[in-house]
């Protein structure tokens, strides 16, 4: 993790937002796993509202994929301030055509957007346990 010389604006108004923010709905089937999950545009929909009341904006940025096939996905969490923390997710794609790697980097975006703002997906299974 990189981070400014003072973090201080930036985790204040964090967990301002992160008690604004509610989980992510499952909106989204994956037909291979007869699934729901919540998508990257239900990720976004979810926190952006909280995030930009309290000064916080998101940048992420794919890197070119290395030779072993390794795509590196950096988050940022920029505060206006100008204070801000990044974290780099590592993934590998396994096919490389168009198709692939765009989905593997909608797919680290989603996960580590996830992570950087402590977003959740609603639990279904408690849902379905009480029906």
């Known amino acids: 993790m990189l981070k400014s010389e003072q973090i201080n604006e930036l985790a204040a108004a964090l ?3 992160q008690g604004q923010i509610e989980g992510a709905k499952k ?3 994956n037909p291979f796993f007869k699934s729901k999950y919540a998508d ?4 976004w929909n979810t926190c952006r509202e909280a995030l930009t009341a309290n000064g916080i904006s998101v ?7 290395n030779e072993n096939g390794r795509l590196n996905i950096t988050t940022m969490l920029a505060h206006s301030s100008g204070q801000y923390i990044s ?3 590592t ?3 396994t096919k490389l055509d168009p198709q692939a790697i765009g989905s593997a980097i909608t797919y680290g975006r989603r996960y580590a957007l996830a992570a950087m703002v402590g ?7 408690g849902e379905k346990a009480m029906a």
């Open 59 to 65: 940048i992420q940025m794919p890197e070119e994929i």
């Open 15 to 17: 967990a301002k937002a």
């Open 119 to 125: 977003l959740a997906q609603e639990d279904d299974d």
């Open 87 to 89: 974290s780099t997710l």
């Open 91 to 93: 993934m590998t794609v």
């Open 27 to 29: 909106s989204s089937s």
């Open 40 to 43: 990257l545009a239900e990720c």
